[in-house]
Structure formats: C-alpha cells, structure tokens
C-alpha cells in the first residue's frame, strides 16, 4: 500500500447547477466537475439543477446543509450581475462562516485568463452545519479553473500545511 491510498480521504459531494438555459444533459460545467471529483477519488451524492431563483436555490442547498452524509456542495452558476442572478444572495445567509480568501484568490487566478472581466464574479465559499459550500460561476472555464487551482488541493487530505478535509471533524465545535 502506497501512502496516497493511506492519505486518501473520499468526501460525499453534491453539485447543483443554477441556470434558466441548461438541462443536467447539457451541463457541460457540472460534468466536468463530476469528472474531477471522481477523478480525485470523492463520491458524488446528489446532483440537481435548478432555475435562477433564490429561493428554489437556498432550498437545494438547505436540504444538503441539514443532511449529515453530505460534506461539500459546489453550486455552478447564477453569480453574475443581471438582475436574475442571485445564487450568492441565496447561498450567503445559510452561512455560519465565510472563507473569503476564497473569492479574493479566484478572481486572482481569473485576471489571468478573463482579464479585468474577473471582478463580475462573485463566487464565494463558506462552512454552515458543518458542511463546506464552494459557489462559482457557471462557464466551464470558471469551474475548471475554481476546482484545479483552489478546490481541488483544499479537499486533499495530503495538501500541507493545511486544509478543509482536516477541518471537517472540528466544523461543528461549540
């Protein structure tokens, strides 16, 4: 046994898309987390789309936050700023903590490719109920990007000095 399997650690994760165009059958960003996710060695527990709108997203979202076997959620979606966009405004309040190095870095990592166009995201990511929530943009750039550059090493047991998976026991402390 190599010290990768014994470091391993697998999360429940669930993914929700947010959009009023797309079918889970053309979620192109969604598959692609789905591949990355699997591909690290994490387990898919739920997946759903629903439309941009705040309250049927804070509901998706509350059902997982309440549900012990779910660990991570990842939204794609609805981040922008047309007056339909409205998943950080959902997501937001459910929070006990934000980690807002979260969306400091990732527009960091957007300039790169996006250009000034990063600072209309308004991705963001937090812990409620123990649960770690990451909310991004939909395009398929924008969650490659989010889940090979931040999420990913964030939800390896192995990245030094430290990360969310060895915080996941302690979430829920008094």
């Known amino acids: 046994m190599n010290l990768w399997t014994i470091w ?11 959009s009023d165009t797309r079918t889970l059958a053309e979620d192109r960003s969604g598959d692609a987390l789905l591949a990355r996710l699997s591909t690290a060695g994490h387990r898919l527990i739920d997946r759903a789309l629903v439309p941009d709108d705040r309250y049927r997203i804070r509901a998706a979202v509350s059902q997982w936050i309440a549900d012990p076997a779910v660990q991570v959620v990842i939204s794609s979606g609805g981040t922008g700023l047309t007056g339909r966009d409205g998943t950080p405004e959902a997501v937001a309040p459910l929070l006990d903590k934000t980690i807002e190095g979260f969306g400091e870095l990732f527009r ?21 109920n123990g649960t770690v ?5 939909g395009s398929i ?25 060895q915080l996941l026991p302690r979430l ?3």
Do not use: H
């Not at 929530?133 to 943009?137: E, Y």
């Open 172 to 174: 829920q402390e008094v």
């Open 8 to 18: 391993q650690v697998s999360l429940s994760i669930a993914l929700l898309t947010v």
């Open 133 to 137: 929530i990451f909310v991004l943009p």
């Open 141 to 165: 750039d924008a969650v490659q990007t989010a889940w090979d550059r931040l999420i990913a090493a964030q939800l390896d047991a192995t990245t030094k000095p430290c990360n969310l998976v």
């Open 108 to 128: 960091v990592l957007s300039f790169e490719t996006i250009g000034t166009s990063s600072l209309q995201s308004r991705c963001l990511a937090g812990v409620a």
